[in-house]
């Protein structure tokens, strides 16, 4: 009897380090990107972590080449020109670009290469960044532009018009 106490004890204990030690899964808040047209052409993630936030950006659909990608201040993607986004993520109210040296935007992101089959993906961490900052009262979209970002000319590089849009969502 004493050992079947002693056990139960034990399996009591270990369950409950075991509860303990298990980290809730990170939340997560997803943008499905459309086109003018409405149509889905790919999907971008932010997620904590621990250096920041870490968003990727999945696309497929969009024209060959190199695309300005951007957070913007606003959760609206009205087309066709998806200017309801309003401007980029800058919550420090710094310069556009992580070449200028007054820079960057939090909302600023590496250019999405899209290769001959239509399809691209980036991936970056926005140091000190978190979801509540991205998630406010008006939201946050994902944007990608026409043309290549030249991560420096404020405000947006030169990247010309807006191709896709998303909102971000829990």
């Given at each position: 009897?004493?050992?079947l106490?002693?056990?139960?004890?034990?399996?009591?204990?270990?369950?409950?380090?075991a509860?303990?030690?298990?980290?809730?899964?990170?939340?997560?808040?997803?943008?499905?990107?459309?086109?003018?047209?409405?149509?889905?052409?790919?999907?971008a993630t932010?997620?904590?972590?621990?250096?920041?936030?870490?968003?990727?950006?999945?696309?497929?659909?969009?024209p060959?080449?190199?695309?300005?990608?951007?957070?913007?201040?606003?959760?609206?993607?009205?087309?066709?020109?998806f200017?309801?986004?309003?401007?980029?993520?800058?919550?420090?109210?710094?310069?556009h670009?992580?070449?200028n040296?007054?820079?960057?935007?939090?909302?600023?992101?590496?250019?999405?290469?899209?290769?001959?089959?239509?399809?691209?993906?980036?991936?970056?961490?926005?140091?000190?960044a978190?979801?509540?900052?991205?998630?406010?009262?008006?939201?946050?979209?994902?944007?990608?532009?026409?043309?290549?970002?030249d991560?420096m000319?404020?405000?947006?590089?030169?990247?010309?018009?807006?191709?896709?849009?998303g909102?971000?969502?829990?």
């Amino acid at each position: 009897m004493r050992m079947l106490m002693i056990a139960t004890a034990l399996g009591l204990t270990l369950s409950a380090a075991a509860f303990a030690a298990r980290k809730p899964a990170p939340e997560v808040a997803t943008a499905i990107l459309r086109a003018p047209d409405g149509k889905q052409v790919g999907r971008a993630t932010a997620r904590e972590v621990k250096q920041g936030l870490r968003v990727t950006v999945d696309v497929r659909g969009l024209p060959e080449g190199q695309h300005g990608a951007h957070i913007h201040t606003v959760g609206q993607c009205d087309a066709p020109d998806f200017a309801t986004a309003g401007g980029h993520w800058n919550p420090l109210g710094t310069k556009h670009g992580s070449m200028n040296p007054a820079g960057p935007h939090e909302g600023d992101l590496p250019n999405l290469l899209i290769g001959k089959d239509a399809r691209g993906t980036i991936g970056a961490v926005i140091p000190k960044a978190t979801l509540a900052g991205l998630l406010d009262a008006d939201g946050a979209a994902l944007v990608v532009h026409a043309g290549r970002d030249d991560l420096m000319t404020d405000p947006s590089g030169n990247s010309g018009g807006r191709v896709a849009c998303g909102v971000f969502a829990k």
